[in-house]
T-cell receptor, first 111, second 113 residues
């Protein structure tokens, strides 16, 4: 299983764009990259998933370079309510039994 | 319906009790999961039911027992738990062929006294 490494914590300000990078040097051919957001005492919320290049939805963008050894979650114009823990996962799209959450990044948005 | 529901929201039980946690989804997902999450730690996968086949994290003690009555329901039976089992228990489901893309319920906060 590809291990992921993220910054433990980050601070930013309201209205800024926030980029959280995840390192996954041992990513395999069939692995996809998935990001979750979690608020205290709630279940994680799926944000975005991608394989290569760029994926965008109404919440975030995911940038994946050609070597796929890292990825960047981009949150545009954050607000105080984006304060949460963000998890990066790497897993085989064909498998649903090998899922390991990394330690996550605690994002703190300041006014 | 795009929700995963879990009951109860909170549960306090003694070490000799038997209780069950319940999870339900109506998104047609064929994989369902139980996770355990301790404070300030990431969720840890306990069990997976995928197309009625059970996969177990071998580190999970036998006092936790999953049951999948049908493709929409998932139970976690608890018996003779220890105080260190106190945690947030999360249920999730996943659409077919999407690997790590999962949809989580709000969790059950379990306290073992």
């Amino acid at each position: 299983l590809a291990k992921t490494t993220q910054p433990i914590s980050m601070d930013s300000y309201e209205g800024q764009e926030v980029n959280i990078t995840c390192s996954h040097n041992n990513i395999a051919t069939n692995d996809y990259i998935t990001w979750y957001q979690q608020f205290p005492s709630q279940g994680p919320r799926f944000i975005i998933q991608g394989y290569k290049t760029k994926v965008t939805n109404e919440v975030a963008s995911l940038f994946i370079p050609a070597d796929r050894k890292s990825s960047t979650l981009s949150l545009p114009r954050v607000s105080l309510s984006d304060t949460a823990v963000y998890y990066c996962l790497v897993g085989d799209i064909r498998r649903d039994d090998k899922i390991i959450f990394g330690k996550g990044t605690r994002l703190h948005i300041l006014p | 319906d795009t929700e995963v529901t879990q009951t109860p929201k909170h549960l306090v039980m003694g070490m000799t009790n038997k209780k069950s946690l319940k999870c339900e989804q109506h998104m047609g997902h064929r994989a369902m999961y139980w996770y355990k999450q301790k404070a300030k730690k990431p969720p840890e996968l306990m069990f997976v039911y995928s197309y009625e086949k059970l996969s177990i994290n071998e580190s999970v003690p036998s006092r936790f027992s999953p049951e999948c009555p049908n493709s929409s329901l998932l139970n976690l039976h608890l018996h003779a738990l220890q105080p260190e089992d106190s945690a947030l228990y999360l249920c999730a489901s996943s659409p077919r062929g999407r690997g790590p893309e999962q949809y989580f319920g709000p969790g059950t906060r379990l306290t073992v006294t």
